[in-house]
Structures are given as structure tokens and as C-alpha cells.
């Protein structure tokens, strides 16, 4: 991969959310292929029958049953015992892990104009992952779900800033009146990796990011997942949600120069050249050409496969993702066909 910092990154929420999109999103609901019961009154529908005012079925009375939910009217009709059934409402979470790390700072060097203002788009990862991050919170704050956005891979702080190892969390937040909120956050740290860009530990911040979890609900981790070392703990971390309160799913985002490394000769990558890993490592003198970008691109979707199958053993969703594809078909296509939206 070619680093490139974003010459201009965003500013506002308008760099970040396509307001036609956004009229899209609304028509849209964060989906959990799980049953599960939220710890704080919610405003969806579950699939756990409980008591609320939105009838669901009938089923014949046992032992233990409510008397006050009793069908009197059927009684007399078939004189048989019969008790209502509620559709409960629960809360879900919806918690949102950015990956800030230098690694990111891949694609097309550009300015994070504001959408729909421009047909010169940067594939830029890390701008990707902030409008697709914006994106999914917009839509989890106008249903009423608690949203909480952290980003991963960044500059290592101390808990006095907020900032636990390379993790820093955003608070949850409900309604749309957290919109904003979550603009400023992105804003903000899209712009500090930017202009400090971190190694970071994926390992670990996957860890952390997995603790900091609470109630039940969706996870979605963006990221290109590239590390110095295999994330195999982080995964397991993840995996302990996925078994218990969480739907989680691994977003992995490449440009398309990073499949395919042919597309990036214009930019200096063909010849004799000097390469250094993005996560660490010494640069070693490499000669890129036809066999060497075959051998990279068989490498590379090794290791998509091998991610894949991984987050597969441990029951987690992964979907690769180049930047390329427009923010709205991912939303509208993959994820609503995997189930994350509804």
C-alpha cells in the first residue's frame, strides 16, 4: 500500500454524510440476528415475546400464566383457557470501532470535499471508513438506538484523556440529536491520525474495544485489519460477544490498488523501489513487476481468506469491502443481505 494523508480531511458533517443518503437511511433499522433483550426500555420490536401494548399471538394458557392476560371472549366462544401474547419493545446497542491506524492513510491523496459536491472522490481508506462509520451511526440514532463510536490503532493516550492504549471511546448517545455529536468525533480524530499517524496494537485495542461493550446488540469493527502481528486474542475478545450479547461483524476495507497493485504504477509503484510496512518492520528493496504483483495478489487473498475463515470459526461476520463501492450499495446490498440492516 502507497500512504497518503488526506491533503484536506473532513470538517463537518457535511463532508461526511451524503444528505440523499441519509434520506435512504432513514427507511432503514440496525438488524440483530439474535434474540435478545435490552437492559433499558427501547422503540424497536423484538423477536422476545414479553408485555407491551402491540399484540403478537395467542397460545393456550399454562400454569403461571398472567390471569389478566386471559382472552375472556374466547372462553365463552370455545371454552378454553387462552392468553394474549405482546410483541416486547428492547433497547439495542449499536457500537462502532474505526480503525485510525497509519495503515488507513492509504489511497488516493485528495480532498474530503463535501459529498455529492465533487465526481473526483479519493478512495482513501480511512475517509471510507469514517463516511461509512457516519453512516451506520446516523441510522442507529434516528431509529433510537444507542449508538457509541471508538476508534482503534490510534496515538496511545492515558484514561485522563479518554483515551485507553490506542482506543478512544465516544459516550453512547440515542436520538438525532447525537448526530452531531458523533460528526465532531470523527472530525476530531480523523484529524489528529492524520496528521500523527500511529502504528497502534491492533491486538490489544480489539481487546479493549470488546470490554468496552455493554447491554447487547450489533458491533461492526472497520478496519483493513493489517497488523505487525496476528490478532488472534483481539478476535477472541470479539468471539466472547459474539457468543453472548453481540452480533458482530468485521469490516475489512481495501483500495483497490492494495488488491491489485498493477493499478498503482502510476503512483510510483513499479521498477526498483524501497518498500516499508505500514504497521512496522524494516524496508526492504523490492523490484515490482508482473511476477511480483502476482505473487502479492495471491498473498493477499490468502489472507482475506484467512481472516474470513477465522472470524467464521469463532462466529463472526466478515465482508471485504474496496473503497471503490459506493457507501449506499454496501449499505443497501451486503449488509442488508447478511442481515446487519433490516
Given amino acids: 500500500m502507497l500512504l497518503a494523508p488526506l491533503q484536506r480531511p473532513p470538517r463537518s458533517i457535511d463532508d461526511l454524510l451524503d444528505p440523499a443518503l441519509s434520506a435512504t437511511l432513514d427507511r432503514l433499522d440496525v438488524h440483530s440476528r439474535r434474540v435478545f433483550s435490552g437492559i433499558l426500555p427501547g422503540q424497536r420490536r423484538s423477536k422476545r415475546r414479553g408485555r407491551s401494548v402491540e399484540f403478537d399471538d395467542f397460545r393456550q394458557y399454562a400454569p403461571g400464566d398472567d390471569p389478566r392476560h386471559i382472552d375472556w371472549n374466547a372462553l365463552a366462544r370455545l371454552d378454553r383457557l387462552i392468553v394474549k401474547l405482546f410483541r416486547a419493545e428492547e433497547d439495542l446497542c449499536l457500537i462502532l470501532g474505526v480503525d485510525v491506524s497509519a495503515s488507513m492513510l492509504s489511497g488516493t491523496p485528495g480532498y474530503a470535499t463535501p459529498i455529492g459536491r465533487t465526481s473526483a472522490d479519493p ?114 475478545a470479539l468471539a466472547a460477544g459474539a457468543a453472548q450479547n453481540y452480533d458482530v461483524t468485521c469490516v475489512q476495507l481495501f483500495t483497490d490498488a492494495e488488491l491489485d497493485p498493477a493499478k498503482a504504477r502510476d503512483s510510483g509503484l513499479d521498477g526498483d523501489v524501497a518498500l516499508q510496512a505500514a504497521e512496522g518492520g524494516a524496508a526492504r528493496d523490492v523490484t515490482v513487476g508482473a511476477a511480483t504483483i502476482d505473487v502479492y495478489r495471491s498473498n493477499a487473498r490468502r489472507a482475506i481468506d484467512a481472516l474470513h475463515a477465522e472470524a467464521a470459526a469463532r462466529g463472526i461476520a466478515h465482508v471485504m469491502v474496496p473503497t471503490s463501492t459506493p457507501i449506499s450499495d454496501l449499505l443497501l446490498g451486503e449488509l442488508r443481505r447478511r442481515g446487519t440492516l433490516a
Fill in 123 to 236: 478512495q482513501h481508506k480511512l475517509l471510507y471508513a469514517a463516511r461509512l462509520a457516519m453512516a451506520l451511526a446516523y441510522l442507529g440514532l434516528v431509529k433510537q438506538n444507542r449508538v457509541s463510536l471508538a476508534t482503534i490503532g490510534g496515538a496511545t493516550g492515558d484514561a485522563r484523556s479518554g483515551t485507553v492504549g490506542g482506543v478512544r471511546v465516544l459516550a453512547p448517545t440515542r436520538g438525532r440529536t447525537g448526530v452531531h455529536l458523533v460528526a465532531e468525533f470523527l472530525v476530531e480524530q480523523i484529524a489528529a491520525a492524520n496528521a500523527r499517524p500511529s502504528r497502534g496494537d491492533l491486538n490489544t485495542d480489539l481487546m479493549t474495544l470488546a470490554r468496552s461493550r455493554q447491554g447487547r446488540g450489533v458491533m461492526l469493527v472497520l478496519s483493513d485489519f493489517v497488523s505487525e502481528s496476528r490478532i488472534t486474542q483481539g478476535l477472541n
